[in-house]
């Protein structure tokens, strides 16, 4: 039973530029969230997606946005990259059930903005 | 806006003693707390929720607590072994249709042997 996965593990990208990160979730599981985490810090909620549907938002500007395929596995896509959005990205996934599901992280992505 | 504060942000144990971490959380909807470890370089790994309807759960050496009125829960972690140490973070969820869940800034929990 594989469980959750992300690529790329390690990212650099240069201010400005464009970065798509990948995530498949754990085998059952229809619901993919999306955090990031800075060093030291808690992860903070970007997005959830569900039934291919940004469902519910955190405060992160437009340049954040996601997207989630047939085979439930999503993408989170970030423009215009800042130095400040140099930080470990995770997704979560989880079974819909309404509310409150337990979620489980992937590895995570580690994104460095030089 | 949505909150989860978290208390201590250090905490050290002698290896056997207790730990407790303490949550405080803004958003009275909220109806789901997880909480996670994280142990360095890796990703962050459930090990106890409780929902709203509930006001205690334990499991083996960890149990969590849950006062809605003063919307505060805790963790308690007993007879502490050195490979507990890492950081742990507390998290409030809410939403049917698709939810939000917001997470404390952590504790580093250190178990000196």
């Known amino acids: 039973d594989a469980g959750v996965t992300q690529s790329p593990t390690h990212l650099i990208k240069t201010r400005g530029q464009q970065v798509t990160l990948r995530c498949s979730p754990k085998?059952?599981?229809?619901?993919v969230s999306w955090y990031q985490q800075a060093l030291g810090q808690g992860p903070q909620f970007i997005f959830q997606?569900?039934?291919?549907?940004?469902?519910q938002r955190g405060n992160f500007p437009d340049r954040f946005s996601g997207h989630q395929f047939p085979n439930y596995s999503s993408e989170l896509n970030v423009n215009a990259l800042l130095l400040g959005d140099s930080a470990l990205y995770l997704c979560?996934?989880?079974?819909?059930?309404?509310?409150?599901?337990?979620?489980?992280f992937g590895p995570g992505t580690r994104l460095l903005v030089l | 806006g949505e909150n989860v504060e978290q208390h201590p942000s250090t905490l050290s144990v002698q290896e056997g003693d207790s730990a407790v971490i303490k949550c405080t959380y803004s958003?009275?909807?909220?109806?789901?707390f997880p909480w996670y470890k994280q142990e360095l370089g890796k990703r962050p790994q459930l090990i106890i929720d409780?929902?709203?309807?509930?006001g205690e759960k334990k499991d083996q050496r960890i149990a969590v607590t849950l006062n809605k009125t003063a919307k505060h829960f805790s963790l308690h972690i007993t007879e502490t072994q050195p490979e507990d140490s890492a950081v742990y973070f507390c998290?409030?969820?809410?939403?049917?249709?698709?939810?939000?869940?917001?997470f404390g800034a952590g504790t580093r929990l250190f178990v000196k042997a």
């Open positions: 979560a996934s989880s079974f819909y059930s309404g509310g409150g599901e337990t979620q489980y």
């Open positions: 085998s059952g599981h229809d619901t």
């Open positions: 997606y569900y039934e291919e549907e940004e469902r």
């Open positions: 958003d009275s909807a909220s109806n789901y």
């Open positions: 409780i929902r709203s309807n509930v």
């Open positions: 998290a409030a969820s809410k939403g049917t249709g698709g939810f939000k869940t917001i």
